[in-house]
């Protein structure tokens, strides 16, 4: 959470902020009393929990000679300095001359190059001319600051990876802190100035939020998701053999489950969903795999704009095989929380994949056809149905789709 104040004044009061989490309970996370003097301040606060609302709150001081202003909040998803990747490299003197910034083009523009639509080589646009990025000093906060302008929530990495471009290199040594609005705000040695060659231009890879919605198949990471104490993998785990076998898809994809035997009983892993502020009907579709002797609980909660509700849960062990769940949410939609319980023992796991959020109802013939196709996998692993002489070839004949 990053934002700037300014506070001054004999009698200046007192300026906290307030975050609310998941618990619907709310905790300090920051404050300031006193004067402190006739300049803007900046404030950046490391938030470890899920937040579900921040709140600004001013209190006046003992007289009318203190006033206080707030502008440009920001929230970001990761750390506010972002680590950097270790390197054995000796360490480098610094020769060239403190960077600045020398000045702004009202036509400047970024684009990602010789990739795919959130990665590639950094372009930037400048005097009516495509050019490249030098990679010194280029770390965490200038990647940050290339994938926010792009429209992009964060960046997921940085390197060399994208080939040498054409062109000019527009810019070396680019110095950011990570919270600025454009590239062109960052420190640098000076608009076409620097000692590289292409072979040093620099790439990004970016956060997505894919479709505007709470969608995530795993294959590619957690899509967004604030994710605690689920992991990630496409095979099961040493422990026991609960895990499935693969994904829900394909049967050798990535989907996220929660490890019974390195927690506790009782213990919680949640998923969270970007903002996805679906402000029509939508419907909730995802896999589910429940299977354990001493399997939890797994909740699906719903944020409206005015709270959590709980549209959705399941407990105990539903089988050795994937079952899907479809939830109609008939009001506005702002994040979701997937959270599974661990039981009292540890041999039950929970796995989900292929979250998928629809607009309109769950009941439309698109999802109607997808259902048949979810009973024929699921017939292929039921013993039950195996048990009854059922097969996914005659379910497919008595729903007349064989």
Avoid at 84 to 108: H, R
Avoid at 134 to 152: H, Q, S, Y
Avoid at 342 to 362: L, N, S, Y
Wanted: aromatic share 12%; with cysteine; glycine share 12%.
């Amino acid at each position: 959470l990053h934002f700037a104040y300014h506070m001054v004044g004999d009698d200046m009061g007192q300026l906290m902020v307030y975050a609310q989490n998941w618990t619907n309970d709310w905790y300090l996370l920051w404050s300031r009393v006193g004067n402190q003097g006739n300049s803007w301040h900046t404030a950046t606060i490391d938030v470890n929990d899920a937040v579900t609302q921040v709140i600004f709150i001013s209190i006046r001081g003992t007289g009318y000679l203190g006033d206080m202003a707030i502008d440009d909040i920001e929230h970001i998803w990761g750390p506010c300095y972002p680590e950097e990747v270790a390197t054995t490299d000796s360490p480098q003197l610094e020769t060239t001359p403190p960077p600045n910034i020398i000045s702004t083009f009202s036509d400047f523009d970024v684009r990602l190059a010789n990739g795919g639509y959130n990665y590639g080589r950094v372009e930037v646009f400048v005097n009516g001319e495509w050019g490249t990025v030098c990679d010194n000093d280029f770390g965490a906060p200038e990647a940050r600051v290339v994938c926010r302008e792009l429209g992009f929530p964060d960046y997921v990495s940085y390197g060399g990876y994208y080939g040498s471009g054409p062109g000019k290199i527009w810019l070396d040594n680019l110095q950011c802190s990570g919270f600025e609005k454009s590239v062109q705000l960052c420190r640098h040695a000076g608009w076409g100035v620097n000692n590289c060659d292409h072979s040093q231009d620099v790439g990004v890879m970016c956060q997505v939020v894919y479709g505007g919605v709470a969608d995530c198949d795993f294959e590619q990471g957690v899509c967004g998701y604030y994710n605690h104490n689920f992991l990630r993998g496409s095979s099961p785990t040493t422990s026991n053999s609960t895990i499935p076998n693969g994904d829900y898809t394909t049967g050798s994809g990535y989907y996220v489950y929660t490890e019974a035997s390195e927690t506790l009983p009782g213990d919680v892993a949640f998923l969270l969903s970007p903002n996805v502020n679906v402000s029509a009907p939508s419907c909730l579709h995802f896999a589910y795999h429940m299977y354990g002797a001493v399997q939890g609980q797994l909740h699906v909660y719903v944020e409206n704009g005015t709270g959590w509700y709980l549209p959705w849960n399941l407990q105990g062990s539903q089988g050795n095989y994937w079952r899907t769940a479809n939830i109609d949410l008939d009001t506005y939609v702002s994040q979701v929380m997937i959270i599974s319980i661990r039981g009292d023992g540890d041999t039950g796991h929970t796995a989900i994949d292929d979250i998928q959020q629809f607009w309109g109802p769950c009941n439309v013939q698109g999802l109607k056809n997808a259902d048949v196709q979810t009973a024929k996998r699921e017939a292929l692993h039921d013993p039950e149905m195996e048990k009854d002489g059922m097969t996914a070839e005659n379910d497919d004949k008595e729903t007349g789709n064989a």
